[in-house]
């Protein structure tokens, strides 16, 4: 009991390092991360990266393995963990809540533990990264997942810890759905392509590849600037 509330002290403190900041720039990054329509550009790339990638005759299982990934680590966090472990969010614990900063006066649901948004992240990154199987690829999207989980903290909605045993939770569900996928199509025959300038060593096209990744830096880049036209509005 000793020990876990040790752990429980660590997270506090650990979280508040990350979380919130003076700056207004930065609060503005953050805001405009957690925007849902930032993001449509990058999810349409991803769908394109499927359709023009995947054999068609399996293109709706892939579609579907998409979707459960993002249903198992949602419900396993939103039905399972969070009723179970009621852990409060730091906006919403009594020992930190008036230490924490929020941006726009954003504080979350009730309880945080684990978070969804960093299965979410992790789970569809892993997920792809089993069906692209690029390196640079798989490190864009792990920077992507990453980001994701900590602008969380940063926001104040999630514990460092929410976001660790999310981000672990994902991983394991995004290769569970890669293995699901793989033993249903074990008796599919496949065209194997050498890993070269031209295909992944999943027969993936680079130059599909390397448009999904633009649009994803591409996004990078965009979302500061954002918040830069923001802030001299305002």
């Excluded at 506090?12 to 405009?32: C, H, K, P, Y």
């Excluded at 680590?73 to 399972?80: E, F």
């Excluded at 999207?141 to 989980?149: G, I, P």
């Excluded at 392509?193 to 994803?216: E, P």
Aim: charged share 10%.
């Amino acid at each position: 009991m000793i020990e876990a509330q040790g752990l429980i002290e660590t997270d506090r403190l650990a979280t508040l390092s990350v979380n919130g900041s003076e700056s207004l720039f930065w609060d503005g990054v953050a805001s405009i991360y957690t925007s849902i329509i930032v993001w449509i550009p990058l999810a349409l790339a991803a769908i394109f990266l499927i359709i023009r990638n995947v054999n068609p005759k399996r293109l709706i299982l892939v579609l579907f393995m998409v979707a459960l990934t993002v249903l198992l680590c949602d419900q396993l966090a939103s039905s399972v963990f969070k009723p179970l472990f009621l852990r409060l969010r730091p906006t919403r614990d009594p020992y930190i809540l008036n230490m924490v900063d929020t941006v726009n006066g954003y504080r979350g649901g009730l309880y945080g533990f684990f978070s969804s948004h960093a299965a979410n992240s992790f789970g569809l990154a892993v997920l792809f990264m089993w069906l692209v199987r690029d390196w640079l690829f798989g490190l864009s999207v792990s920077v992507w997942a990453a980001a994701n989980s900590l602008i969380r903290t940063y926001l104040g909605v999630h514990f460092l810890g929410d976001v660790l045993v999310g981000a672990f939770a994902g991983i394991a569900i995004g290769t569970l759905t890669y293995w699901i996928f793989r033993l249903v199509t074990r008796n599919d025959r496949y065209t194997v392509h050498d890993s070269n300038l031209l295909y992944t060593s999943s027969g993936f096209m680079r130059s599909d590849v390397f448009a999904f990744m633009c649009v994803l830096f591409g996004t990078f880049v965009v979302i500061p600037i954002c918040a830069c036209v923001k802030q001299a509005i305002i």
